[in-house]
């Protein structure tokens, strides 16, 4: 099998479907009557088996306002929460979201599959083809509920206004938790610029995770002299045991190793005040501990920051992939016309001192673009991380290529 072409992005590692619930108050305030869930029930879950399990954990982050991505062991659960909602049908991972900003753009992209039905083929975006997938010959859905600042929930004896906007998801998608590699993305991603590794917390035996990142770790010794960028990005496994086999076995291969706020302040192990720069710093030195050998990317509602030996190189594509992802959570959608109206909103005024701030204080190299001052009335939660993605790697092989042209 051929290299791939030089201006191809290649992003793994696996797809989904998500149905995209509407927010309905109406019907969690059902489901909690229906199960008599009541306040001492919720709390943060790591295994989700009834619909019970499953409201306590939605109602949790909605009252910490924090997002989550959880494995469902039943998947009539998820069948049974779907009763009597509505619901849009997209694509999701991080490969494939990220891929429909890159063409988007104007880019092309390869992404590795691991499953090939009807709705994933018929929605690829132009400019991307795939390999895999042809173990799973069907759909297994995920539901994606965004929940709205300030939303209100009361039923049952449980009462909870929302902090924040912030969305969670929740799958039982067997081809994930297998994922199933194809050798041919690799061997082709070695003639790329830039190559993306993600959805390793989908895979929920350790047995599999290991296998499944010793295929990784050989294909990303197989790139010899051309090897391309290799952008991990992050998510919470359900066990730090798991994020800890991850670390052990890929950081050495990884170049950038990113993720959004909740991601970060699990990586350090506690709560970080994300406008108090000694803070986060602290936070980073921590995490560089953990991953020493890469730059860590961290995006967030109030910055975004680069911490390492790349992060001047990279700057362009942080401040891209934080257009991309301002320009999907206020309208919708990550296009260059969207992007150019983000370019134009004034700075959000404690993110641009707190980024001056931990640039000064820093003793190591730091990049730190303050995010823009927006506040739509029905912002999208949905796929922000994986739009900042595809911005990032849009710009970084984008700048590679003017620079070699």
């Known amino acids: 099998m051929e290299r791939g072409d030089r201006d191809t992005i290649a992003l793994g590692l696996v797809n989904t479907v998500d149905y995209e619930i509407e927010w309905d108050p109406a019907h969690l305030e059902k489901l909690i009557c229906r199960t008599n869930l009541q306040e001492c029930d919720i709390r943060k879950m790591h295994k989700i088996c009834t619909l019970k399990d499953l409201l306590s954990s939605i109602l949790f982050h909605m009252r910490e306002g924090t997002g989550c991505g959880l494995w469902v062991e039943d998947p009539e659960v998820i069948e049974t929460f779907l009763e009597g909602t509505g619901y849009q049908v997209t694509l999701g991972g991080t490969n494939l979201r990220a891929a429909q900003v890159i063409s988007t753009l104007g880019g092309r992209a390869l992404v590795h599959l691991v499953s090939v ?22 759909c297994f859905p995920h539901i994606a509920i965004q929940f709205p600042k300030a939303a209100r929930i009361c039923a049952n004896g449980v009462e909870m206004i929302t902090p924040r906007a912030n969305r969670v998801i929740y799958s039982g998608d067997i081809a994930c938790a297998q994922m199933p590699l194809e050798q041919e993305f690799f061997t082709r991603a070695a003639g790329m610029r830039a190559m993306l ?70 990586l350090v192990g506690g709560r970080v005040e994300l406008l108090h720069a000694d803070t986060v710093l602290k936070g980073l030195q921590a995490a560089r501990k953990k991953l020493p050998d890469v730059t860590l990317v961290v995006h967030t509602g109030y910055w975004g920051l680069a911490y390492g030996m790349r992060a001047q190189e990279i700057r362009g594509a942080l401040e891209k992939g934080m257009l ?24 959000q005024v404690l993110s641009k001192a707190f980024a001056e701030e931990i640039e000064r204080i820093s003793e190591e190299q730091v990049v730190c673009l303050p995010a823009a001052e927006v506040k739509p009335d029905d912002p999208t939660t949905v796929g922000l991380g994986d739009s900042f993605v595809g911005g990032f790697l849009y710009q970084y092989c984008f700048d590679r290529r003017k620079r070699e042209a």
């Open 197 to 266: 590794v993600s959805g390793l917390d989908l895979v929920t035996d350790p047995a599999v995770l290991s296998m499944r990142l010793k295929q990784i770790q050989k294909g990303l010794k197989g790139f010899g002299g051309e090897k391309p960028l290799v952008f991990y990005e992050h998510a919470c496994f359900a066990d730090t045991a798991y994020e800890e086999m991850l670390q052990r076995e890929l950081e050495p291969l990884l170049d950038i190793y990113s993720m959004n706020e909740d991601e970060f302040q699990t």
């Open 117 to 138: 039905n009807e709705n994933t083929l018929s929605r690829l975006p132009d400019g991307v083809k795939w390999v895999g997938g042809q173990k799973y010959r069907c």
């Open 324 to 347: 991309a992802a301002t320009a999907r959570y206020w309208l919708g959608n990550s296009d260059n016309a969207g992007m150019d109206r983000a370019a134009m909103l004034p700075q």
